[in-house]
């Protein structure tokens, strides 16, 4: 599974303000695997960058990771809140061709008994191409706690946009059991 993890922030861009949401968001990623919970292939890379607020420039880098390099997934941190500058999903927008919204209601859902602040979230998920884009919020708290609703789920989503026949085996069974 190949992770991009890209953080939208004017601060971190301009170098005036580390950046800890990538990072933690990448050791988050990587705990997960190490703690073997899932089928994750050998293969599996991560990667970061970032980028200033500003609708175009993360535009671009999605686009970039999604078409050229043809990543898995594609985490965002930082933009969805209600600032002027927060365009992150706008941004996803521009770019999903479908969108993912049950992703982005369990991170909001979940993070309403965290927090009361996760009403203001606007982030979204989509897919464009064969990689699933989820925006995460901004603090490194809250966008681990945000990944971590998902987590679980991700390999599958990945497995079910690559076209891998066991996802779609795993699905026919599920779908067959009585009362589905």
């Known amino acids: 599974m190949r992770v991009g993890i890209l953080t939208a922030s004017d601060r971190s861009h301009r170098g005036e303000r580390e950046d800890l949401s990538g990072p933690a968001l990448a050791q988050a990623l990587r705990d997960f695997w190490a ?3 899932t089928r994750v292939p050998e293969d599996h890379a991560i990667v970061g960058a970032i980028v200033p607020d500003d609708r175009a420039s993360i535009s671009a880098q999605l686009v970039a990771w999604c078409d050229d390099d043809r990543f898995d ?3 965002t941190t930082g933009g969805t809140g209600f600032a002027p500058r927060d365009v992150t999903p706008e941004a996803t927008l521009d770019v999903v061709e479908r969108l993912a919204p049950g992703l982005a209601e369990v991170i909001r859902a979940e993070s ?3 927090t009361r602040h996760a009403m203001l979230s606007r ?3 989509g897919i ?3 990689t699933l884009i989820v925006n995460l919020p901004g603090s490194p708290r809250g966008a681990v706690e945000s990944l971590g609703f998902i987590l679980p789920v991700l390999p599958h989503a990945v497995e079910l946009l690559r076209g ?3 996802a779609e ?3 026919r069974r599920v779908d067959d059991r009585p009362g589905s």
């Open 112 to 114: 309403q008994r965290v």
């Open 35 to 37: 703690a073997g919970e």
């Open 123 to 125: 982030g979204v998920a």
């Open 128 to 130: 464009r191409g064969r």
């Open 169 to 171: 085996q795993h699905h």
């Open 164 to 166: 891998d026949g066991a």
């Open 73 to 75: 997934v594609v985490l």
